[in-house]
């Protein structure tokens, strides 16, 4: 007999509601996180608010209150540790997959805790809902690796009055550019582009380029790092190689799904979108039983799944694991939408 019917890898919105959608139909479901809980949403600035309103990143029926139109970081978190505790889902936080072992009549997971113990668990399924932050898009230069150079960015006011530069040109470039420098930080902003992504919020472009137009923020368009020292960054562009003061660096190019478990256990990954090989009916890989939930679905597109789509794909596994045809519509999760 399995340890469990179905477990989960990643305990963020969309392994969590994959984890309730089994739940309610009698299946024993359990969630290993190398993290905390919604661990994703912790790599948001501190500031930041969702893009959906409250209503669409809710699980299982369960109320999502918020003070305003749109959650917080800080209510998101809150809400999804009140989803664990309210429907008593089995998590298991700060326990890592390591590898993902057919076994003779489903999966052996193995993991490891922070502490360092080793844990073998049998299930009958596996789905991996690893999410977003999974490996960041890095540069590939020399220096990347400082310490004063970091891909994920929560606040400005450790760069008051100190140079920085920002690397990048969507959305989380051009609103860590802007609060770095109401921080009072010096921002030069450098991107491969000659000007900003064409997806980057309508309320925060004007405010960037405002701010570049009286000086206030400076940029490097059509520029690439070619290097990164203590104290400065080496760009490339237009007019050949220039140095910039940087004590600080934040290279905001997204980050992809880490497939790595995927790989392993035997799923062929799409080189060019960072797809696993899977049914989209079912989301089942093509090893029997290995399914995958969330943005890992999209691969690379990360405009594609969101937590208000991708809560919906438990549905869908479990349909699989009852021989049950996949909802055409969101189901079992969705009584807050009807």
């Known amino acids: 007999m399995h340890d469990v019917d179905l477990l989960i890898v990643g305990a963020?919105?969309?392994?969590?509601?994959?984890?309730?959608?089994?739940?309610?139909?009698?299946?024993?479901?359990r969630v290993l996180d190398a993290g905390a809980i919604a661990s994703t949403i912790t790599q948001y600035p501190y500031y930041v608010k969702f893009f959906s309103t409250a209503e669409k990143l809710a699980l299982g029926g369960m109320p999502f209150l918020v003070a305003d139109d749109k959650p917080t970081r800080r209510e998101g978190l809150a809400y999804y540790r009140a989803v664990v505790r309210h429907f008593g889902l089995d998590v298991h936080q700060h326990e890592r997959v390591t590898h993902l072992e057919r076994s003779e009549r489903g999966w052996m997971v193995h993991s490891q805790t922070?502490?360092?113990?080793?844990?073998?668990?049998?299930?009958?399924a596996v789905c991996v809902?690893?999410?977003?932050?999974?490996?960041p898009n890095l540069l590939g230069v020399p220096g990347e690796s400082l310490p004063h150079v970091s891909h994920v960015y929560r606040e400005g006011h450790g760069a008051y009055d100190q140079d920085v530069v920002v690397v990048g040109g969507g959305n989380s470039a051009a609103e860590a550019t802007l609060d770095l420098w109401r921080a009072g930080a010096r921002v030069?902003?450098?991107h491969f582009g000659p000007t900003f992504?064409?997806?980057?919020?309508?309320?925060?472009?004007?405010?960037?380029?405002?701010?570049?137009?009286?000086?206030?923020?400076?940029?490097?368009?059509?520029s690439r790092v070619s290097s990164i020292e203590p104290g400065t960054v080496t760009i490339r562009g237009p007019e050949g190689e220039e140095r910039l003061a940087a004590r600080f660096v934040y290279v905001m190019t997204g980050f992809a799904p880490n497939t790595a478990l995927l790989a392993d256990a035997g799923v062929p990954i799409d080189p060019v979108t960072g797809i696993p090989q899977h049914d989209?009916?079912?989301?089942e890989t093509c090893e029997p039983g290995l399914f995958i939930a969330g943005v890992v679905v999209a691969g690379y597109d990360a405009n594609k799944i969101f937590i208000e789509n991708g809560r919906f794909h438990g549905d869908q596994i479990v349909a699989r694991l009852l021989?049950?045809?996949?909802?055409?519509?969101p189901r079992l999760s969705a009584e807050l939408d009807s």
């Open 12 to 29: 963020g919105p969309c392994g969590l509601a994959a984890a309730i959608s089994a739940q309610r139909a009698g299946l024993r479901a």
């Open 114 to 124: 922070i502490e360092g113990e080793r844990q073998r668990t049998t299930a009958r």
């Open 129 to 135: 809902a690893t999410g977003y932050f999974g490996s």
């Open 188 to 190: 030069t902003l450098v």
């Open 197 to 222: 992504d064409k997806k980057i919020k309508p309320w925060v472009l004007p405010d960037v380029e405002n701010r570049m137009k009286e000086g206030a923020i400076a940029a490097r368009w059509e």
């Open 280 to 283: 989209p009916t079912t989301l």
């Open 323 to 329: 021989g049950q045809t996949a909802p055409a519509a």
